[in-house]
């Protein structure tokens, strides 16, 4: 193998792929190249990537559906196989919601009802390519059933930590799957904190929030937006929890920015539930409003992380590209969840957040304005 430069490429067999740069953002040394740590083993700093390659639209591989036909994006060895359910490509829906030109991103129709699963599928064919044959994860529900299926997929053993308080279909998904389940009492952080015990006692730790492998796959969903619209859109409009799909949309439309395809990038907006909202809070106060941040329940469970782990690198994305983070109440997610099924969209209430969000900036933003729909109602009690 031989790369050229710190963005350079990566060589196999013939073929060019771009090589994507993963560095500790506090120390900049580059990912290992033995081993899976989920943070920097010198500094323990978080490891993520400062660019995706530019944009270039390629031939779909009519065998193999969805976002594999971006591979020569995603940074994978040659050698890494292709572990696929059959993930995005999904539809684009247009409508009029209140006199303005609205459409909606149907991601809770990916193969196990969620977004997670255009991250799950780069991050475990980086696992099968580096031979790794079991991994633990943490997640209030989505990311932990996106793992199992494809961990199942892969042949990989799953041990995925839960809070108890997690919806009882989401648990069965994932043990449906073949994943071992290991329920913990308390708020969705003590999960967090019980994989970190696994992940120091030597199991490795499949992070979907410390490894950017699933940031990758998020940013399909940017070329595939621009390729359904055939134009840029005004504002995206999605939950944030970690924030990594946020951060994956953003950065997948910089790389078709740089391909020279479009001048700027959409607005983004990303939105919590009040009851937990520390990238609103961040936003509004800087590090006073982080310090009284709640970790309290909401039924938007899939945002309710109370610390993430890229907050100032988000942060700092969203601004510099004029987007804001906004926070909905209780009520408000209630009422777009009823909204949303009255139209035919049935989602998780995590998802409603968007269109509860909508009434706070419709008019204010560029149009078209897309809702980012995350999770499938199938998944919630």
Not at 302 to 322: D, W
Not at 335 to 352: D, N, R
Request: proline content about 6%; hydrophobic content about 40%; aromatic content about 8%.
């Amino acid at each position: 193998m031989e790369k050229n430069g710190l963005r350079g490429n990566i060589f196999q067999h013939g073929k060019i792929y771009p090589m994507i740069d993963i560095r500790c953002s506090r120390c900049q040394r580059p990912y290992p190249e033995n081993g899976v740590p989920f943070r920097c083993e010198i500094c323990g700093g978080i490891f993520d990537l400062d660019t995706l390659p530019n944009y270039q639209k390629i031939e779909q591989n009519r065998h193999i559906p969805g976002i594999w036909g971006y591979r020569n994006l995603f940074g994978l060895p040659d050698s890494a196989p292709e572990i696929t359910l059959g993930e995005g490509n999904t539809p684009l829906i247009w409508m009029n919601i209140n006199e303005h030109r609205v459409a909606l991103k149907l991601e809770y129709l990916n193969p196990t009802g969620s977004f997670k699963d255009r991250g799950s599928a780069v991050l475990v064919s980086f696992l099968k390519a580096i031979g790794v044959n079991s991994a633990v994860e943490d997640s209030s529900g989505n990311a932990g059933a996106s793992f199992a299926a494809y961990a199942a997929r892969s042949g990989i053993e799953a041990r995925i930590y839960v809070p108890e308080s997690t919806s009882g279909p989401k648990i069965n998904q994932i043990e449906a799957f073949g994943a071992e389940v290991v329920r913990i009492q308390g708020p969705r952080s003590n999960a967090a904190k019980a994989v970190m015990s696994a992940a120091e006692n030597g199991d490795i730790y499949a992070s979907h929030a410390y490894l950017p492998h699933g940031i990758i796959g998020y940013a399909t969903l940017a070329y595939e937006l621009w390729e359904q619209l055939g134009t840029q859109p005004g504002t995206i409009i999605c939950p944030v929890g970690q924030g990594n799909l946020l951060l994956g949309i953003g950065r997948g439309f910089d790389s078709i920015r740089r391909a020279g395809l479009i001048s700027k990038l959409p607005i983004l907006v990303g939105v919590q539930a009040r009851a937990c909202a520390p990238m609103w809070a961040l936003s509004k106060n800087g590090d006073v409003g982080m310090g009284v941040v709640p970790e309290e329940k909401t039924i938007a469970e899939g945002i309710c992380i109370n610390n993430p782990i890229r907050k100032n690198v988000l942060l700092e994305f969203i601004e510099e590209n004029n987007g804001l983070f906004v926070a909905v109440d209780e009520n408000s997610i209630i009422y777009g969840y009823g909204q949303l099924a009255k139209l035919g969209f049935f989602v998780e209430p995590t998802s409603a957040v968007v269109f509860a969000a909508l009434k706070q900036v419709v008019g204010k933003v560029p149009e078209p304005v897309i809702l980012v729909l995350t999770g499938s109602g199938l998944k919630t009690l």
